[in-house]
């Protein structure tokens, strides 16, 4: 399968190298328009052609599928190309912006029977698909909440603001492990540095059953914490992505009702063991690049299909409308 990537960025980058890694593709093409960006991409890849022209790819017959991993204001039009050019399609989260281009894709991609897909990293990440496995199990009883911290100093984007570069994570990881859309969606951001950018922001979801969803996301904070908690009625997990080996704990705790002191709702605490499950260290990276590669040639869809792109994108613009009214419950 011969491939081709747009953007040869930090993103494009890791990209790259994992295209290259898996023995059913072959990275024919690096596009990028920046010079400096050809540059460090030929002295890597000398085997590939640099160039800056999208059209070379496009009209290039010998070309199965194209990664795109630009600025994401640039996503909708490169992939409308690329799938109107007969090129199976893998798009950079968030996939697009607006639902209509996201429904206009799909359109193509359906007409030209092409794969379309979305890179959401983390559904591949073995600490991700492990804590899926210990919900699904009932292991840790009914969730009642998550609560996601990403921040760091982050890089400023000009064509988003920080839900849409880093929630965009939070939430693909929520729905894979939740499988349904919260009810309701309020958010609350601030523009500190550039206008209409906000560049910090606070998310709420609510679920039935009481179960709520918090996730903060910074580009302002001097530390860097990649952190998930979730709490189950049974027991509760803390992902902590930052940690160099033991990423994900499982805590054997909850909180009871004592019983006997039902008029004066005091409660227990259960404090049990701490473990430490085993899970798949495999570059996530790696297995989302074999799933693109799977789907196209057996014609299935991949785990961060289209329908996975359009529920984030979904919680994104109501997240987006709430902030513009000061926080309000936006229905989904
Ligand atoms: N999945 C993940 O974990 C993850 C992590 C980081 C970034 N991303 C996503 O990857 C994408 C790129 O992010 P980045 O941090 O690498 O950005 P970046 O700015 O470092 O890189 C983007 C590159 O695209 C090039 N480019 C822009 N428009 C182009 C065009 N029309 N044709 C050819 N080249 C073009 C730029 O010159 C630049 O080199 C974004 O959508 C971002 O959200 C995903």
Request: charged share 25%.
């Amino acid at each position: 399968m011969n491939v081709a990537l747009i953007g040869y960025g930090y993103w494009g980058i890791n990209l790259a190298r994992n295209v290259v890694q898996n023995s059913k593709m072959t990275l024919k093409y690096i596009v990028d328009t920046n010079k400096s960006r050809i540059d460090l991409a030929q002295k890597t890849y000398s085997g590939v052609s640099v160039i800056a022209e999208f059209d070379v790819v496009l009209k290039d017959p010998n070309i199965d599928a194209i990664i795109i991993a630009t600025n994401p204001a640039s996503h909708y039009e490169l992939a409308k190309k690329s799938l109107q050019n007969g090129k199976h399609t893998l798009v950079e989260k968030p996939m697009v912006t607006e639902m209509t281009q996201a429904e206009d894709l799909h359109e193509i991609a359906e007409k030209n029977k092409l794969t379309l897909m979305v890179d959401h990293t983390f559904m591949y990440n073995g600490v991700v698909r492990k804590m899926k496995q210990i919900i699904d199990s009932d292991d840790i009883g009914d969730v009642k909440y998550i609560d996601a911290t990403r921040i760091n100093l982050g890089i400023f984007q000009n064509d988003i603001n920080v839900l849409w570069d880093l929630a965009t994570h939070d939430l693909s990881i929520v729905h894979f492990l939740m499988g349904s859309l919260p009810n309701t969606v309020s958010a609350i951001g601030k523009c500190h540095i550039k206008p209409n950018i906000e560049n910090i922001a606070y998310l709420i979801l609510q679920y039935d059953n009481d179960v709520i969803v918090h996730i903060h996301s910074s580009w302002m904070s001097p530390v860097k914490i990649r952190k998930m908690l979730i709490g189950g009625d049974k027991k509760m997990i803390v992902y902590d992505d930052i940690e160099p080996t033991e990423k994900l704990k499982i805590y054997d705790s909850s909180i009871i009702l004592n019983n006997e002191n039902r008029e004066q709702l005091l409660v227990d605490y259960r404090i049990g063991d701490v473990f430490v499950p085993k899970y798949n260290t495999q570059e996530p990276l790696a297995l989302m690049i074999q799933d693109f590669e799977q789907s196209i040639i057996t014609n299935r869809k991949p785990l961060s299909d289209l329908q996975s792109s359009i529920n984030v994108i979904k919680i994104l613009k109501a997240a987006q409308a709430s902030i513009l009214h000061k926080g309000r419950e936006i229905q989904l």
